[in-house]
């Protein structure tokens, strides 16, 4: 895969990866206390919605509907 290919795939597994980690942060929420799992969990979440997205607008790729 060329370096370009690999950044457009970028964004769709953040979106993958929050899908994947919100089962968690549910779960461990659930008992009512924040724990270092869950802080984590949600670190984590948070920089890929950053992250999701700072690249697509760095590539000059923003969709129209999302303005």
Same mark, same amino acid.
């Given at each position: 895969?060329?370096?370009?290919?690999?950044?457009?795939?970028?964004?769709?597994?953040?979106?993958?990866?929050?899908?994947?980690?919100?089962?968690? +942060? +549910?779960?461990?929420?659930?008992?009512?206390?924040?724990?270092?799992?869950?802080?984590?969990?949600?670190?984590?979440?948070?920089?890929?919605?950053?992250?999701?997205?700072?690249?697509?607008?760095?590539?000059?790729?923003?969709?129209?509907?999302?303005?």
């Amino acid at each position: 895969m060329t370096r370009s290919v690999t950044v457009s795939f970028l964004p769709t597994l953040l979106v993958m990866l929050r899908f994947a980690i919100a089962p968690f +942060l +549910l779960w461990d929420a659930l008992d009512g206390q924040v724990g270092l799992p869950f802080l984590t969990a949600y670190a984590i979440a948070v920089l890929s919605d950053i992250f999701d997205g700072v690249i697509p607008g760095s590539q000059h790729r923003c969709l129209a509907t999302s303005r």
